[in-house]
């Protein structure tokens, strides 16, 4: 993964959201967007204000999500690929309108929500 440089606010990054195992490279990474920068009380770092989604509607089900925000260092910020998550959205869609029941996940919903990725007409 390739960090984050230049970020501004409306960007989609990458972060480390849930730690998964007791070593240092263990975290499930999710997609988030920036909506703010500010200063680290504790550390004096440079943080981002990252909104993410927290949980789908349901396993089947993309929309409505619901959505939380998290204060992030700069430096875990890494490059989201957005053109990769819309060529999987549309493959995948397929797949749906096909009868297969698709599993959707967090960051795929953020995407749609906020107009990212768009669907097919």
């Not at 990474?29 to 920036?34: D, L, P, S, T």
């Not at 920068?37 to 349901?58: D, N, Q």
Request: one cysteine or more.
């Amino acid at each position: 993964m390739k960090k984050a440089r230049n970020v501004k606010i409306g960007d989609v990054v990458q972060f480390p959201a849930y730690q998964y195992g007791h070593r240092d490279y263990e975290w499930l990474y999710r997609a988030g967007i920036i909506e703010g920068f500010g200063i680290s009380k504790k550390t004096g770092e440079k943080v981002a204000k990252v909104r993410y989604c927290w949980r789908l509607a349901g396993r089947y089900q993309l929309l409505p999500n619901e959505e939380r925000t998290k204060w992030i260092k700069l430096k875990f910020l890494y490059e989201f690929d957005v053109k990769r998550a819309q060529t999987l959205y549309k493959e995948f869609r397929e797949y749906e309108k096909n009868g297969e029941p698709v599993c959707w996940d967090e960051d795929t919903a953020l995407l749609l929500h906020h107009g990212i990725i768009m669907e097919e007409k």
